[in-house]
């Protein structure tokens, strides 16, 4: 499985952005598709995940209500939809699959995104 991140960049604080996250090699629908995210000096967190065969949600608590996750089945691909930005939302970011929420095998190469104030 290989998984390759794209769509960071610079965005202004209350601005919007979108990650992309293509999979190559996956070999069934009962995965867990999830976003996490490091920002400098910090530990990696959980931002958003996705059942790829379920399309059942969750959220980080700080992402809650400004983030969406989905999906394109077709496309191999899954998508973080970033909205009403923060400063504090800077890091890079990170999709993953594995088998179950909390059980990662493996990750894409990260993407950098900046929200200036």
């Known amino acids: 499985v290989q998984l390759q991140a794209s769509g960071g960049g610079l965005v202004q604080a209350g601005g919007s952005l979108r990650l992309s996250c293509a999979a190559s090699g996956l070999t069934s629908s009962r995965i867990v598709m999830g976003w996490f995210r490091q920002a400098p000096g910090k530990e990696r967190v959980f931002v958003a995940r996705i059942g790829w065969g379920t399309g059942t949600t969750a959220y980080g608590d700080s992402v809650q209500g400004r983030f969406i996750i989905s999906r394109d089945i077709a496309k191999s691909t899954v998508y973080l939809q970033m909205n009403s930005l923060k400063p504090e939302d800077t890091a890079v970011y990170y999709c993953?699959?594995?088998?179950?929420?909390?059980?990662?095998?493996?990750w894409g190469q990260g993407t950098l995104v900046t929200v200036s104030s």
């Open positions: 993953a699959t594995g088998p179950r929420p909390g059980t990662y095998e493996y």
